[in-house]
């Protein structure tokens, strides 16, 4: 059979458009690389948005706003210990504090925390208090200000007594502890913003200089607060802010 040259033009329109045989063309999508969350300071912090990714998207929660002004004799906004837990200190287990000079900052370096609410965050502290008294036998929580995800500063062990957070150098140090584990996550602006008040509180009111406010690992052998954290700390002070 033979085909005019208007025939043979027309059929071979046909086949680019039906992409050829079987009709059915291949999509590519666009791959790109993702890249960790980044820890700008004091900006916005990404989080996650998939609890698991070959499964499903979990939509990041909204945090909870800080409880109000209970207590004027911590930081702004400090929230009570009585908040979390009604177990108070076993005071044949901890040391008068008897001053105070130094500052150091520590994450909790467990498993990563994204959640905000009361409930959770009163739980967690209660697991630690327990680890802390039950299993390593020490007097009571070892931080003294414990910042959740959610930007609370809530009271853990009385500033009466030396923490327990910095082994052999405990004695008139301040130990501030920050929810999660910034090995593995950033921690969040809320975070970030109420660690900076709490350590300019704590250095205006007990005369601690900049040069007197360490990281844990700045004191022992040990990676807290995790590789996320500490440059923000080392910025702070670099900048001047905490002068």
């Not at 027309?10 to 791959?31: D, E, H, Y």
């Not at 070959?54 to 800080?66: D, G, M, N, Y």
Request: with cysteine; proline share 9%.
């Amino acid at each position: 059979m033979k085909f005019t040259r208007r025939e043979l033009l027309i059929a071979g329109l046909g086949m680019l458009v039906t992409g050829g045989a079987g009709g059915a063309g291949c999509t590519q999508t666009p791959t790109t690389l993702t890249r960790r969350p980044g820890t700008p300071w004091p900006g916005s912090i990404s989080r996650p948005t998939q609890a698991n990714a070959a499964t499903r998207t979990v939509s990041a929660p909204r945090p909870a706003p800080p409880k109000p002004v209970t207590s004027t004799a911590g930081p702004t906004g400090l929230v009570p210990r009585s908040w979390w837990t009604r177990s108070g200190p076993i005071r044949s287990k901890v040391n008068p504090m008897k001053g105070i000079n130094r500052i150091t900052i520590h994450h909790e370096g467990h498993t990563p925390v994204w959640f905000t609410d009361e409930r959770s965050t009163k739980a967690r502290l209660e697991q630690i208090r327990n680890i802390h008294t039950r299993d390593r036998r020490w007097g009571d929580i070892g931080y003294h200000y414990i910042i959740d995800r959610a930007g609370r500063v809530i009271e853990g062990r009385s500033l009466a007594y030396q923490g327990a957070h910095v082994s052999n150098q405990n004695p008139h140090n301040v130990g501030v502890m920050l929810l999660g584990n910034f090995e593995k996550q950033s921690p969040s602006q809320a975070q970030l913003t109420s660690l900076q008040s709490t350590l300019r509180h704590l250095m205006a009111k007990y005369r601690v200089p900049v040069r007197q406010v360490y990281t844990h690992r700045e004191l022992g052998p040990t990676v807290c607060p995790g590789r996320n954290l500490q440059p923000r700390i080392a910025s702070l002070r670099s900048s001047g802010i905490l002068a």
